[in-house]
């Protein structure tokens, strides 16, 4: 067997052996790390409600469109479960590694392609993503399926292989808006390639037109967002500040400024190796040849964004939405190297060892490296329900906005026995347990709470107070059995007399029936001269993910701090979309507390 044959199939088979250990490792990483709390957002807000294309209530960045529409896809398959919420990117770690090895397979040198592919498949705080219900990972795995279809195409010339450009860079745009400036420059790029030669000028303007189209709709939504101010995340200070500082962050772990300044180095050295490699064997087409295709990327994606800034006022991206800038770095640098007539300079391939080294230095089953602050161990909830005792549907718990989605799902995952958690005055110290990060009073609560857990990663402290709130009864009040409405408000409870008491918590029991799942809120709503002063929402879908057919709703709403001028306290059921539904054995019972 020819030697450069065997070389090959030994990189091979130890490619797709390290690629499939990480692929395990994903696996248990999306088994045990804690759900994130925008993972569990895109769930309670779209997954479970359906709803996956954008419109004008409902435009926001957390809604990565192809990640929503193939979780929901899951959902219905497989059900409720934190697996299966990240299921859909899991499954596109291998498309991302197949086509990795594709692209890589045009490297010439074996040294520079196994720095490649180490560089790119061993980056553990880029890849984790594919563990995630976010939208990143299916993104990254579509631009190199991009990429490979637009190599293959400079090295075949079949106009058929452009199909898988364009499927593939249209999902990544769903999967991620910020592909636009990547897919914008490959599309150029055809483009022109396209128009270079005699074909048919039918054929010619169908294939532009199959690039260009995706990439229009992909821009109105894009600029939709921005109109009513979807697009906010990012940083306004600087490119070095917002997007070089904050993905080297990501990258590492934590900001070093010699490792921002290792990245520089090995952008610089690949325009270096770019000027300097030979040319000779590239076809008349070289501006689709590999080198200078991701120096195209990688530097057309920068100046993109210092245009969009001053422009448009786009602000930078930062972190995980400049995450693609570090494989087109990466892809730069190694095709580059590969030009280089000097065959001892292939070595310096061997720099991106380091990367596989931080994996292994990285590898954990309990934390988000990135999301470290929103990290709620699922034992936080199982311990207040196992101390709850008989009634857990009186228990308060007070927790802060970062991680009220992250309680909720978890709360679903648990049937949905506890209360959701109190925001609104956080973090006062009323509630019977308190989810405190380290840095919020946690040394003034230490005079009323015991520490029962704490998190090493987030800072979160689960509090549990020395002596439990006492509850005064003050109504007990039945309501007759409402049947088959589908009233947009039905009232629960209405009056005034309850405005001498400071705080009160209201425990609402009933049995609710409906047709199919439904969309629903209890709101408790005190006001002053028909003004609306205080406002408790207590949303169906965050304490159970299904209410079609009978189930049982036995819940609390906390209200603290009533001012005396109020003159109405109001609690009613909101059904926004005037669904069917039916309310039998209602009770509401109605306490008070000093």
């Not at 790119?120 to 705080?125: D, E, S, T």
């Not at 090995?266 to 200078?292: V, W």
Request: hydrophobic share 45%; proline share 3%; aromatic share 16%.
């Amino acid at each position: 067997m020819d030697k450069n044959l065997r070389i090959n199939i030994y990189i091979r088979n130890t490619y797709f052996l390290i690629a499939l250990g990480i692929f395990i490792y994903l696996i248990l990483r999306a088994l045990y790390v804690p759900v994130l709390e925008d993972e569990a957002a895109t769930f309670l807000r779209y997954i479970q409600k359906n709803k996956w294309l954008p419109d004008q209530k409902e435009l926001s960045a957390n809604n990565h469109l192809l990640n929503t529409f193939l979780s929901i896809l899951t959902y219905k398959i497989f059900g409720h479960g934190i697996v299966q919420l990240r299921l859909a990117n899991l499954l596109f770690f291998p498309v991302f590694a197949i086509y990795l090895y594709k692209i890589t397979q045009y490297l010439h040198h074996s040294i520079i392609r196994i720095g490649c592919m180490m560089a790119i498949l061993c980056v553990h705080n880029l890849i984790e993503y594919f563990a995630y219900s976010r939208g990143y990972g299916l993104s990254l795995a579509l631009l190199m399926g991009s990429v490979y279809y637009v190599l293959h195409f400079y090295h075949t010339k079949r106009l058929t292989v452009l199909w898988g450009f364009y499927i593939c860079s249209f999902l990544a745009m769903l999967a991620n808006l910020t592909l636009i400036n990547t897919m914008l420059i490959l599309n150029i790029l055809i483009t022109v390639s396209l128009f270079r030669k005699g074909n048919n000028i039918l054929i010619k303007s169908m294939y532009t037109m199959a690039g260009f189209l995706p990439l229009t709709l992909i821009t109105w939504i894009s600029l939709r967002m921005k109109q009513y101010g979807a697009l906010y995340y990012g940083g306004d200070e600087g490119l070095w500040q917002a997007t070089i500082k904050s993905l080297t962050q990501l990258i590492y772990g934590e900001w070093k400024l010699m490792v921002a300044i290792f990245f520089i180095a090995a952008g610089i050295l690949g325009l270096i190796f770019l000027l300097l490699g030979k040319a000779s064997h590239e076809k008349k087409s070289a501006y689709l040849s590999p080198r200078i295709v991701f120096f195209l990327l990688f530097i057309g994606n920068l100046i993109a964004y210092v245009a969009l800034r001053k422009l448009f006022h786009i602000n930078y991206p930062k972190d995980r939405v400049a995450i693609y800038l570090y494989f087109l770095l990466i892809l730069f640098f190694c095709f580059s190297l590969d030009k280089i007539r000097y065959k001892k300079l292939n070595y310096i391939a061997c720099l991106w060892i380091t990367v596989p080294v931080h994996f292994l230095l990285n590898v954990n089953f309990t934390h988000s490296t990135f999301w470290y602050y929103d990290n709620l161990p699922v034992n936080f909830y199982q311990t207040i329900l196992q101390k709850g005792g008989n009634n857990p549907s009186i228990i308060s718990i007070g927790g802060n906005s970062r991680i009220e989605n992250i309680w909720a799902y978890d709360n679903q995952l648990h049937k949905g026995i506890l209360n959701d958690i109190q925001l609104r005055d956080y973090p006062s110290f009323y509630y019977d347990y308190l989810l405190l990060y380290n840095d919020e009073k946690l040394e003034w609560a230490k005079k009323d709470y015991n520490i029962l857990l704490i998190d090493p990663y987030s800072n979160i402290h689960l509090l549990e107070r020395k002596q439990k709130i006492q509850l005064v009864p003050l109504v007990h009040h039945e309501i007759n059995d409402i049947l088959n409405t589908k009233e947009e408000f039905v009232e629960f409870y209405l009056g005034d007399s309850l405005k001498k008491h400071k705080n009160l918590c209201f425990e609402i029991s009933t049995t609710i029936n409906t047709p199919r799942n439904i969309e629903g809120y209890f709101v408790l709503s005190t006001e002053i001269r028909k003004t609306e002063t205080s406002r408790e929402d207590l949303p169906l879908l965050s304490i159970k993910n299904q209410w079609k057919g009978e189930n049982t709703f036995h819940h609390s709403i906390f209200v603290p701090n009533i001012s005396p001028e109020t003159d109405k306290i109001l609690l009613y059921f909101w059904n926004p979309q005037k669904q069917e539904i039916s309310f039998s054995k209602t009770m509401v019972n109605v306490y008070s507390w000093n």
